[in-house]
């Protein structure tokens, strides 16, 4: 099965930009995804990347997957306090009926 | 705004109750997951429903038990629950389970307290 792992805890400052970081043992994934979960709430899907992509922009969110480093980041540009939650990157092999490995979670904080 | 809507948004009930959590997608989606998150770690998979038939369940204690009525709906409902099972209880659907992995898109979740 897929292992995900990412660093726990990201403090940055309002209108920096933020980059969160996960590495992923299966190079079987048909997508990988950046969920968001705010305080109370559910996750959110952000976005996600084919497997067969590089780099997927969408706004201020920046996708880069390095295949041969098995490495999966996410940019946030011009970060803003709204943006202060936990971040979690999943990937799934491609016959997984559904089962998605999640790492463990990014604290995004953001700072005025 | 999410498009998987979970009910209730909390619920507390002692070790003896029974309840039910219920979810619900109007996207079309054929595919629905329940998932148990423990305050900050991630979901942990517990069923899946693919075309309205079980198709997953990761050992999950049958004090709960899932049901999927129709394609829509998705209930998991509760009985003899231990505090241990005090968590979030989040559903997710996606397009299907079956081909690949898929974008899946999750509720808000129910927010459960076991007394």
């Known amino acids: 099965g897929e292992d995900v792992e990412q660093s726990l805890f990201l403090s940055v400052r309002e209108g920096d930009s933020s980059v969160i970081n996960c590495t992923y043992t299966?190079?079987?994934?048909?997508?990988l995804y950046w969920y968001k979960q705010e305080p109370g709430a559910g996750l959110q899907l952000l976005t996600y990347?084919?497997?067969?992509?590089d780099m997927k922009q969408d706004q201020r969110l920046t996708v880069l997957l390095n295949k041969k480093d098995k490495h999966l980041s996410l940019r946030i540009a011009d970060t803003q306090t709204g943006d202060s939650a936990i971040y979690f990157c999943?990937?799934?092999?491609?016959?997984?009926?559904?089962?998605?490995?999640f790492g463990a979670g990014t604290q995004v904080v953001v700072t005025p | 705004d999410t498009e998987v809507t979970q009910t209730p948004k909390h619920l507390v009930m002692g070790m003896t109750n029974k309840k039910s959590l219920k979810c619900e997608q109007h996207?079309?989606?054929?595919?629905m997951y329940w998932y148990k998150q423990k305050a900050k770690k991630p979901p942990e998979l517990m069923f899946v429903y693919s075309y309205e038939k079980l198709s997953i369940n990761e050992s999950v204690p049958s004090r709960f038990s899932p049901e999927c009525p129709n394609s829509s709906l998705l209930n998991l409902h509760l009985h003899a629950l231990q505090p241990e099972d005090s968590a979030l209880y989040l559903c997710?659907?996606?397009?299907?389970?079956?081909?690949?992995?898929?974008?899946?898109?999750f509720g808000d979740g129910t927010r459960l307290s076991i007394l």
């Open positions: 990347i084919f497997s067969n992509m």
């Open positions: 996207m079309g989606h054929r595919a």
């Open positions: 299966d190079s079987s994934s048909t997508y």
């Open positions: 997710a659907s996606s397009p299907l389970a079956n081909i690949g992995n898929q974008p899946q898109h």
């Open positions: 999943a990937g799934g092999e491609t016959d997984s009926w559904g089962k998605l490995q």
